[in-house]
């Protein structure tokens, strides 16, 4: 069983299937070796176009509805009240399920204000489209904002996180409020694999480079999505339970963190505090 971080309730497991980029027969066998290995997370977003695959995977492994925890998001350009309940709803439709278990706002909007977006959020909560809501790449002031906005808790943070990217601040501030905050590119994006100080401390635990970096995001109370479109790596990144790292291999590997550390940078970003 992964450990769950709790967030207001809700019960997110710490380890979730990324799924950005799987489509067809590779999402397909890799939901059906994340079922198998344990997995009860999984992570979408219209962005991905693969919401309808990934439902129709879900049913496919015959785990129950209410034994996994679903998120999916709405994207940047459809934040205007309207635009974002029928998003929130489209997706239903395309999972094939009543509810998701979270919606984020996957990415601040340039134009619409945020107080539309965060009413248009709870609404969404309140017609039962999501049992919980959230955003994703909210730097600290704009989360807290929104959260003042907010009549229901923002259960999650969803955000670039790895050893390469200092996140210390943003996390204390999820964590101070009993908030989630969610790494995603938790391996970032593969760069950081062939890292030496990964590779040495991999060797010496045993464990492969991968399972070493997730098991950092463990040991630090965040929930971490990893994406593998091959079913051996989704269960290597999962099998990560049996071991721990030391506060000093810890350190070590915060200590990787750089000022060009951040590889998601898109151009619609007005900008990080
Ligand atoms: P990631 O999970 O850090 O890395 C994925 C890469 O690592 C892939 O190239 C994968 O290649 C490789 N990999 C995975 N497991 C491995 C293993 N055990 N050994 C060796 N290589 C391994 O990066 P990500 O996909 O960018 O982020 C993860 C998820 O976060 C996404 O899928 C998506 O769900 C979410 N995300 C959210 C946002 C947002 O704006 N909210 C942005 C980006 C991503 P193979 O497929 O060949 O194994």
């Not at 907010?150 to 943070?157: D, E, K, R």
Request: hydrophobic share 45%.
């Amino acid at each position: 069983m992964t450990p769950v971080v709790t967030a207001f309730g809700a019960q997110i497991p710490q380890i979730g299937l990324g799924t950005w980029q799987l489509q067809g027969d590779i999402l397909h066998a890799a939901v059906m070796a994340a079922a198998d290995a344990g997995y009860r997370h999984f992570d979408t977003a219209p962005r991905y176009e693969n919401e309808a695959e990934l439902g129709a995977a879900l049913r496919a492994t015959g785990l129950p509805r209410d034994s996994y925890f679903l998120t999916t998001k709405v994207w940047y350009t459809d934040l205007s009240a309207a635009a974002l309940l029928a998003s929130a709803h489209a997706s239903l439709e395309r999972l094939g399920v009543e509810a998701v278990d979270l919606l984020l706002i996957h990415w601040p909007s340039p134009t619409v204000p945020v107080a539309e977006t965060i009413e248009a959020l709870v609404e969404a909560r309140d017609r039962g489209y999501a049992r919980n809501i959230g955003v994703s790449n909210f730097p600290k002031a704009l989360m807290n904002r929104a959260q003042e906005l907010s009549s229901a808790p923002l259960i999650a943070n969803q955000c670039e996180y790895h050893p390469r990217l200092d996140q210390s601040d943003l996390i204390a501030a999820c964590q101070n409020e009993g908030r989630a905050f969610v790494s995603y590119a938790p391996i970032g994006s593969g760069q950081l694999l062939a890292d030496p100080t990964v590779t040495q401390i991999a060797a010496a635990c045993g464990k492969s480079q991968a399972q070493v970096l997730l098991r950092w995001h463990l040991q630090q109370g965040v929930v971490a999505i990893p994406r593998s479109s091959n079913p051996a790596r989704v269960r290597e990144n999962i099998e990560i339970t049996d071991f721990s790292l030391s506060p000093q291999d810890m350190a070590r590997l915060s200590a990787l963190a750089d000022n060009d550390g951040r590889m998601y940078n898109p151009a619609w970003v007005k900008g990080w505090e």
